[in-house]
């Protein structure tokens, strides 16, 4: 069975910084493609940064560019975001997905909520 | 960046009808990279469509994409009462990887 269990959230001040975390089971996660998808409160999805199986692809939304940096770690099964300077309007349910088929996310986690307030 | 513009923003239905929901692209979507999504209260993303038209798995055929260029579609036939959720476009066929806004299908 495939399972993503994402872990790291919590309340941080602005300005501060968090790194969440990613653990995969089920799959051979080095083969994979991965994915953080972020929802706030009440609202859309947004995608946030994508890696390829080996790290030699990344990419990120406009919105964290400078400030986000995903990686992950093959031989721990793990992918990673650390979020430095954080916002107000970084507040959401982080979800991390399974990439598949140039991009598409097949499996996803229950999500770690990150809350930015003073 | 492409701008996917999700329409209608609600739908009404009655279950057995047939749902109808459209996904516009601002630009060309590279490889027909389109994906959608299904959502319920409380529970992650569900992945029904990938590449425009494939099902993917373990997905009713009930369910089928159609599309490519900048207008895609995603139609499910015969409404169950689990279809009625909200239903997200992406497109991943260039960065940024774009969502729609997504389409509120609810119980008339």
């Known amino acids: 069975e495939v399972l993503l269990v994402e872990s790291g959230g919590g309340l941080v001040q602005p300005g501060g910084s968090l790194r969440l975390s990613c653990v995969a089971s089920g799959f051979s996660f080095s083969s994979y493609a991965m994915n953080w998808v972020r929802q706030a409160p009440g609202k859309g999805l947004e995608w946030v940064s994508y890696?390829?199986?080996?790290?030699?692809?990344?990419y990120y939304a406009d919105s964290v560019k400078g400030r986000f940096t995903i990686s992950r770690d093959n031989a721990k099964n793990s992918l990673y975001l650390q979020m430095n300077s954080l916002r107000a309007e970084d507040t959401a349910l982080y979800y991390c997905?399974?990439?598949?088929?140039?991009?598409?996310?097949?499996?996803w986690g229950q999500g770690t909520l990150v809350t930015v307030s003073s | 960046e492409i701008v996917l513009t999700q329409s209608p923003g609600t739908l009404s239905l009655s279950p057995g009808e047939r749902a109808t929901l459209s996904c516009r692209a601002s630009q060309t979507v590279s490889s027909n990279y389109l994906a959608w999504y299904q959502q319920n209260p409380g529970q992650a993303p569900r992945l029904l469509i990938y590449g425009a038209s494939s099902r993917a798995t373990g997905i009713p055929d009930r369910f089928s994409g159609s599309g490519s260029g900048t207008d895609f579609t995603l139609s499910i036939n015969r409404l169950e009462p689990e279809d009625f959720a909200v239903y997200y476009c992406?497109?991943?066929?260039?960065?940024?990887?774009?969502f729609g806004q997504g389409t509120k299908l609810e119980i008339k």
């Open positions: 890696t390829s199986s080996g790290s030699g692809t990344i």
């Open positions: 997905a399974r990439g598949v088929f140039g991009g598409a996310s097949d499996y």
């Open positions: 992406q497109q991943y066929g260039s960065s940024p990887r774009t």
